[in-house]
């Protein structure tokens, strides 16, 4: 195991997230969802991501067990970072979102191990929870166009929009209660 947090933490944590930033969707639906829509061209914001994703993977690189890799690791931890510096130099299309979906695919990462060897039918949902976002991540990261066109489609019309936000809410909720309650 790689992370050392608990489903309950994780669950809260998530919970949280999906809570605040739905909820800021719901309670100023004109500035989020002109926000939402900038999003996949944002090149600041990006590079924010995009300095968190590399920041994470080199922190991995440098700290996972490679087994008889090891003595690779300074050169793993360096191409992690030369990685992230060529990306800003030379892929900035839509830079924002593939730096959310390295993100994404980090973050299920943390949510799988939080419910490995658990038994309990409940935390299925944090594991089909892990497994919807690494789909999302995969598809940011190789065809980041589609966040554009699914963002176009979620709020083509306001009410469309405040009940995805709403649903956000909802499952937000959920998770809360999952971590503060049954984990």
Do not use: C
């Not at 002109?34 to 924010?48: C, E, T, V, Y």
């Not at 166009?145 to 306001?158: F, N, V």
């Not at 469309?160 to 049954?182: D, E, N, Q, T, W």
């Amino acid at each position: 195991m790689i992370y050392s947090f608990s489903l309950a933490q994780v669950s809260v944590w998530v919970g949280l997230g999906l809570l605040l930033s739905h909820g800021w969707g719901l309670f100023d639906y004109r500035q989020a969802t002109q926000w939402i829509r900038s999003f996949p061209r944002g090149d600041a914001f990006g590079g924010g991501l995009l300095a968190a994703a590399t920041a994470w993977s080199a922190w991995l690189a440098g700290t996972i067990n490679l087994m008889e890799y090891t003595r690779f690791r300074p050169l793993f931890v360096l191409g992690v970072v030369g990685l992230g510096v060529t990306s800003w130099l030379y892929v900035r299309e839509f830079i924002a979102v593939r730096s959310l979906g390295i993100l994404f695919l980090l973050g299920a990462d943390v949510l799988l191990d939080a419910a490995f060897l658990r038994h309990d039918g409940a935390r299925l949902i944090v594991v089909s929870y892990a497994y919807l976002i690494i789909l999302e991540g995969m598809f940011m990261v190789g065809a980041p166009y589609l966040l554009r066109d699914a963002i176009a489609w979620g709020l083509a019309t306001p009410a469309r929009g405040k009940l995805l936000m709403g649903l956000g809410v909802i499952f937000g909720l959920a998770l809360l209660g999952l971590g503060l309650f049954v984990y």
